[in-house]
């Protein structure tokens, strides 16, 4: 007999590059603004004494190459392009080499983001669970390993829609770098293998409709495609 009155869900996993076995993914960690540009676009700037987060259940992941439906709820359902950070080693209150190496990988990802129901938050000041905890919303391509992918450095981040560019910009725009994040992340959760880190969008967000196919490109890492119907 299960143990359990109904069968749990999947546990939702990733493909690493070159691996037969996959990333378990078990929190999904987002940083907010960490492009000048992006903030200045929201109306706003970023925080430069600490970054800050929300977070997507890990029941949001979705992989990259689906089709997926146009989610309910929203009529401004924005695409947000971004680094992934895996984490492969278990880190508390640590400093910024523990946290370069706590690293396991990288992958590129969309943060997917019903706009109008973020903004509903913003000017309630409410949560934003409903503007970005959103089912399929947390969409991540293929891990490649740190040791394979090398330094992060000028690598371009670009996302086209319907082959239109609409974000361009380097990984070095990033305000808050990905060990200063996961230092910052690590004095309030003991973090491991699982935790996955989206760490926030550059300029030219965006709506999409149904209909419209998304292709998310890093320098170095496998691109994520997207169709939304
Ligand atoms: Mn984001």
Redesign the pocket.
């Known amino acids: 007999m299960s143990d359990y009155i109904f069968a749990p869900r999947a546990v939702p996993s990733l493909p690493i590059v070159g691996a037969d076995q996959r990333y378990a993914v078990g929190r999904i960690f987002?940083?907010?603004r960490?492009y000048v540009a992006h903030a200045a676009e929201m109306g706003s700037e970023v925080d430069r004494e600490a970054p800050w987060y929300?977070t997507k259940s890990c029941h949001a992941l979705c992989q990259s190459g689906q089709t997926v439906p146009y989610p309910p709820g929203t009529s401004n359902f924005h695409y947000?392009m971004?680094l992934v950070v895996t984490l492969g080693r278990s880190v508390f209150e640590a400093d910024l080499q523990q946290s370069a190496d706590a690293v396991h990988g990288y992958a590129c990802g969309l943060?997917m983001?019903r706009r109008d129901r973020q903004q509903d938050g913003k000017d309630a000041r409410r949560p934003w669970s409903l503007g970005?905890d959103v089912e399929n919303g947390a969409v991540i391509g293929a891990i490649t390993p740190q040791d394979d992918f090398g330094a992060l450095a000028d690598q371009r981040i670009c996302l086209t829609v319907n082959e239109s560019i609409k974000q361009d910009a380097t990984l070095t725009d990033m305000v808050w770098s990905v060990p200063e994040v996961i230092s910052h992340l690590s004095r309030y959760y003991h973090l491991g293998p699982g935790d996955v880190i989206?760490t926030?969008?550059p300029a030219g967000?965006g709506p999409v409709v149904a209909g419209d196919t998304m292709r998310a490109e890093i320098d170095g890492l496998q691109a994520v495609t997207h169709y939304l119907t």
């Open positions: 987002c940083v907010g960490n929300f947000e971004e943060d983001t970005k989206m926030g969008t967000v």
